[in-house]
């Protein structure tokens, strides 16, 4: 038995990377706020895409960035894809709540 629970936990600790991760793909800005609820982070609105924040909001919060430097090139990509109105995917490393993305990429496709 204590085996069985061994392995139990096991897996659901190896499977917990499933549970965060990617929030939309193929999502076009339609908006870009500097930030929201007077918060130090930088808001966007999506308008399609799949994932749990597709046709949603996506917020970032700077606390939750890598650098400084990294958290201005997400807002930098934000901007450019709002400006160009090319598709982007956003991520959350920690879980998949949209009011904590830490990555955003842009694409042509």
């Known amino acids: 038995m204590f085996i069985r629970v061994l392995i ?17 793909r193929g999502a076009t800005v339609t908006e870009v706020a500097s930030s929201s609820s ?8 999506l308008s399609g895409g799949t994932g749990p924040c597709a046709n949603s909001s996506v917020i970032f919060p700077a606390i939750k960035s890598q ?6 090139q997400a807002f930098s990509i934000a901007l450019a894809a709002v ?7 956003v991520h959350n490393y ?6 904590g993305a830490n990555f955003i990429g842009i694409s042509s496709s």
């Open 67 to 72: 650098s400084k430097e990294s958290y201005n």
């Open 8 to 24: 139990f936990f096991g897996f659901l600790i190896v499977s917990t990377p499933v549970f965060c991760g990617e929030l939309v």
């Open 83 to 89: 400006s160009s109105g090319k598709k982007i995917r």
């Open 38 to 45: 007077n918060m130090d982070v930088f808001y966007l609105k």
């Open 94 to 99: 920690e879980d998949d709540s949209c009011h």
